[in-house]
């Protein structure tokens, strides 16, 4: 039987990829969805009448329930879906344009919560489906100049986690992909930047922000090759599916170094914390 999948954000960057090797495969439909539909003629090649495109804004709630509401009609089933929509915000933390964060708060948490609630009912009737939700390596490791960003994607890695555990009685797959740099829009045309005005006191953010600004483009990571990643995970490892899939040689390797560090730390500090415990019955008698 065919399997479905729901992707956002498919205009351009992973969610593109991912639908252009979608909408070659005979055993999957696809719901590909963008802001502007105009964006998903790159399909049309592929379209034998497996494909829906549908608008949809993340952040538009009426959008999100037609758009399920319109994939199991036309389908009858929703197997995978895929929050992808998202976009960055460079900037330091003292002078972040408190906008332009809660819209991307919007986009990379409450879309991605609202896409995941509204397919939730269809995956419990089904008892089975897969959820992804594309996170980033910013958000297991925090950086400078990315603090707002990081903090969408740490919310994700929290929502994710404890959602897994949730879903897993009802046989419901979690996954959330964490890519360190990718050569898609992302560093440019889709994240937001502020340069600071305090650029003695804030040398290395500074140093940061001109980084990412000139790195756009030439990043290490392949995008065509994480969708062929996340395809061949969900559809050939499915009963062993990673709840974290680290995308990129960086973002294994920073997240390593990381959860090393923190392991050696939390050994030395376990005495202290344990002391803040009230006395264990055996220790009172
Ligand atoms: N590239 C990286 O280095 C990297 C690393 C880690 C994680 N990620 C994550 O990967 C995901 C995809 O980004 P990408 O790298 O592929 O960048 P991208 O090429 O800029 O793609 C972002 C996509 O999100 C869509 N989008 C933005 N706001 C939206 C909204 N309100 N509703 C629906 N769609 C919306 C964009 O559509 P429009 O054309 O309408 O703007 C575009 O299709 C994001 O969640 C990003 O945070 C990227």
């Given amino acids: 039987m065919k399997k479905t999948w729901l992707l956002t954000g498919t205009s351009t960057g ?20 963008a802001r502007n539909t105009d964006k998903l003629s790159y399909l049309d090649q592929y379209d034998h009448g497996q494909i829906l495109k549908l608008a949809l804004d993340v952040t538009d709630q009426q ?4 758009v399920v509401e319109q994939t199991v009609a036309k389908f009858g089933t929703l197997d995978v ?19 332009t964060v809660r819209q991307m708060f919007e986009v990379n948490v409450w879309g991605l919560v609202h896409m995941t609630q ?4 269809v995956m419990r009737r089904q008892q089975a489906g897969v959820i992804i939700g594309i996170s980033s390596d910013a958000g297991l490791i925090g950086e400078a100049a990315l603090s707002f960003y990081s903090g969408t994607k740490f919310a994700v890695e929290g929502l994710f986690e404890s959602l897994a555990q949730e879903v897993a009685e009802d046989q419901i797959k979690v996954m959330l992909v964490e890519p360190s740099s990718f050569r898609t829009d992302w560093a440019g045309r889709s994240s937001q930047k502020k340069d600071t005005d305090f650029p003695k006191d804030y040398q290395k953010t500074d140093q940061a922000l001109r980084e990412y600004a000139q ?8 995008p065509k090759a994480a969708a062929a990643t996340i395809y061949d995970q ?52």
Avoid at 81 to 99: H, V
């Fill in 63 to 66: 959008q999100v329930a037609a």
């Fill in 118 to 121: 509204a397919v939730l009912p």
């Fill in 81 to 99: 879906l895929d929050n992808n929509a998202g976009f960055g915000y460079f900037s330091t933390f003292e002078e972040a344009d408190e906008e």
């Fill in 215 to 222: 790195g756009a483009g030439t990043e290490a990571g392949n």
């Fill in 14 to 33: 992973f969610g593109r990829e991912l639908a252009e090797l979608l909408a070659q495969q005979p055993d999957i439909n696809l719901v590909a969805t």
């Fill in 234 to 285: 969900v559809v050939n490892h499915a009963d062993n599916l990673p709840l974290h899939l680290p995308l990129g040689e960086s973002a294994v390797t920073r997240a390593q170094k990381k959860y090393a560090d923190l392991a050696e730390k939390f050994t030395a500090l376990t005495p202290l914390a344990t002391a803040a415990d009230f006395p264990k019955k055996s220790d009172e008698n």
